[in-house]
C-alpha cells in the first residue's frame, strides 16, 4: 500500500469517526429536548387534567389501586416501577390508558362492586387508653394473642383478612352467617385472654354489601357503612345490619332490639340488631 492510498484510508476512518460522533451529538440533543418537552409543566398539567376527566381512578397506578392479580394491576406495577426520577407526561398518559383499562374492566361503576359480601369490623374497646399505661411490651404481646384469636376465628369461617387496622380488623365473607359465627366465636375465644389483670373487649359489625375492590382493598359505600356499624357496637357486643341480619339463621341466637343507626354518613333506614348467643 503506498503513501497515497494509506492517507485516504486515514481521511475515510476520520470521516467515519466524525459521523459517528456527530450522530450521537445529535442524539444527545434530541434525549435532552425530548426530556424538557416530557417534562414541560404546561403539558404535565394537561395529561393530568385529562386523567381527572377520564373514567376511572384518576390516581390509578399507587400501591392501594395495583396490588392484585387482575392484568391490568400486574402491568401498572410494571409501569410504576419505570416511574422516572423527573415528572413525566409519557408516564402519565401511560397510566391514563391503564386508567381506562381499569375502569372498563369495572362493570358495576364507581361506589360499589359487582360482588356481594358481608363486611365485618373489629376493634378493642377502652384499649387505647390501656396501652399508654401498660407499655410497648405488655401492649405488642396482647396484640399478638388479640391477632391470633380474631384471625383464627375469621379464617375458620372461610373469610379473608383484607387490612389490619391496630387493635382490629377488616374481613369479608361469601355469607352474612360466616362473619357473625367468625365474630361471636372470637368474641367467647377472647374471654379466655388476660394479661396483667387486663381483660380485652372486642366490639364487632356485619354489613352485607356490594364493595368496590381497589387492588387488595375494598372502599364504597358499603365499607363506610359496615364501619359505621362496628363503631355504634359496645364492648363484648356483635351489631349485625338489617340487610346482613336477613341473610344469617338466627336459630341458636339471641337478638337484641333492631334500632337506626344514627351515625354521620349512614343511610337514614339503615337499622342494627345486636347478636349473641342464646
Known amino acids: 500500500m503506498d503513501s497515497d492510498d494509506h492517507h485516504e484510508l486515514e481521511q475515510r476512518a476520520d470521516g467515519a469517526d466524525g459521523a459517528e460522533a456527530d450522530h450521537a451529538e445529535r442524539a444527545k440533543r434530541f434525549?435532552?429536548?425530548?426530556?424538557?418537552?416530557?417534562?414541560?409543566?404546561?403539558?404535565?398539567?394537561?395529561?393530568?387534567?385529562?386523567?381527572?376527566r377520564l373514567p376511572g381512578d384518576e390516581r390509578f397506578g399507587d400501591p392501594l389501586s395495583t396490588s392484585g392479580v387482575k392484568p391490568v394491576q400486574v402491568v401498572a406495577r410494571g409501569v410504576s416501577a419505570l416511574r422516572p426520577e423527573r415528572e413525566s407526561v409519557v408516564h402519565e398518559l401511560g397510566l391514563a390508558s391503564l386508567q381506562i383499562w381499569q375502569s372498563l374492566s369495572e362493570a358495576a361503576g364507581r361506589g360499589r362492586g359487582e360482588v356481594e359480601l358481608a363486611i365485618l369490623f373489629t376493634d378493642l374497646v377502652g384499649f387505647s387508653s390501656w396501652a399508654l399505661e401498660a407499655g410497648d411490651a405488655a401492649t405488642l404481646e396482647l396484640l399478638r394473642e388479640v391477632g391470633n384469636v380474631v384471625e383464627n376465628s375469621v379464617l375458620a369461617h372461610e373469610g379473608r383478612i383484607v387490612k389490619r387496622l391496630g387493635d382490629g380488623l377488616m374481613a369479608t365473607f361469601l355469607t352474612a352467617q360466616g362473619a357473625v359465627d367468625a365474630a361471636l366465636e372470637a368474641q367467647e375465644a377472647l374471654h379466655a385472654v388476660e394479661l396483667d389483670g387486663y381483660k380485652p373487649r372486642m366490639r364487632a359489625g356485619v354489613h352485607w354489601g356490594r364493595p368496590r375492590k381497589l387492588g387488595g382493598d375494598y372502599l364504597g359505600v358499603d365499607v363506610n357503612i359496615a364501619a359505621r356499624v362496628g363503631d355504634a357496637a359496645k364492648g363484648d357486643q356483635v351489631l349485625v345490619s338489617d340487610s346482613a341480619l336477613e341473610r344469617i339463621n338466627t336459630e341458636g341466637l339471641r337478638t337484641g332490639r333492631t334500632k337506626r343507626l344514627r351515625a354521620q354518613g349512614a343511610p337514614r333506614d339503615l337499622h342494627v340488631v345486636s347478636v349473641e348467643r342464646a
Do not use: M, N
Open 31 to 52: 434525549r435532552a429536548a425530548a426530556a424538557r418537552v416530557d417534562s414541560e409543566p404546561t403539558l404535565l398539567a394537561a395529561a393530568r387534567r385529562l386523567r381527572r
